[in-house]
């Protein structure tokens, strides 16, 4: 959602009022991928690098960002109208404790829905969360081993094989990885819309984003509307979904 404060520039506008339009376009954007029958959108709506941004800023995103949340999980908000089920991906840890319990409620408050997902990325950067998937991988595997070291099968480096030049490694494979990642609530994303015209995917998804289509339009986010995500969705269709099917098969 790139261009909320250049949004808020050009409009003389305070930068909150910026993220706040940007917030009502990401609402109707939604509302087009569930009429349009999206089941899954990911968003980036605050990056662990956002935290260096200044204090004030970063609280008065944070506070607009606990608002909405509160907003999503009301009876009659958009996302029980569409049977939504909401993840937040990240270090929740990061936040602070009101944002971080309300993400919390939100995740609770819509386990019963199912008709699709809405993965909401706070405190989240790919970096950090292709090491946390590795931190994760790493544990499980320390602690086969070990169980297997109780049971008098070996020493608790059980899953650390030798291989041809006497080195260790450990025997983890993608799969492992990609279990422990926080996006594996979710397939592998096919069309990445990042606005303002910039083509960098600034640590989102780059894990997951191997086969994916990046959608670039030249306008700041709250200018975004539903021929855009059309545009993005033909452009996909016509190049995307023959290359797909290929690494399907390969
Ligand atoms: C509950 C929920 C999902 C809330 C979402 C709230 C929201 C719209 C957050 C966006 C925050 C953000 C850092 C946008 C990027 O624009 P920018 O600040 O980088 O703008 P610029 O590129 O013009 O500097």
Redesign the pocket.
């Known amino acids: 959602?790139?261009?909320?404060?250049?949004?808020a520039k050009k409009r003389n506008l305070l930068?909150g009022a910026?993220?706040r339009s940007?917030?009502l376009a990401?609402m109707n954007m939604l509302k087009y991928c569930y009429e349009l029958g999206v089941k899954y959108a990911t968003?980036y709506?605050?990056s662990i690098d956002?935290f260096r941004r200044r204090p004030e800023e970063v609280q008065s995103?944070m506070q607009?960002?606990l608002e909405?949340?509160e907003d999503?999980i009301k009876e009659e908000s958009m996302v029980n109208q569409y049977g939504v089920r909401i993840y937040f991906l990240g270090s929740l840890k990061l936040l602070s404790k009101p944002v971080r319990l309300a993400a919390e409620r939100a995740m609770v408050a819509t386990s019963g829905n199912s008709k699709s997902v809405l993965s909401?990325c706070l405190a989240y950067t790919s970096s950090d969360e292709i090491l946390h998937a590795v931190q994760e991988c790493c544990g499980e595997k320390w602690d086969e081993g070990s169980a297997l070291e109780s049971k008098g099968a070996g020493n608790g480096l059980v899953f650390l094989k030798g291989n041809e030049n006497g080195k260790i490694k450990p025997s983890i494979v993608v799969k492992d990885l990609e279990k422990h990642m926080y996006a594996a609530v979710a397939p592998d994303p096919d069309i990445i819309i990042r606005t303002?015209g910039e083509t960098r995917l600034s640590n989102f998804l780059l894990w997951q984003s191997a086969n994916c289509l990046l959608y670039a339009p030249p306008i700041?986010?709250p200018e975004i509307g539903l021929w855009h995500l059309i545009w993005a969705v033909l452009d996909f269709q016509r190049n995307f979904s023959y290359l797909k099917e290929k690494t399907k098969l390969s």
């Open positions: 959602m790139d261009g909320n404060r250049r949004y930068d910026g993220h940007g917030y990401l968003i709506a605050f956002n995103t607009l960002i909405k949340i999503l909401i303002s700041l986010w």
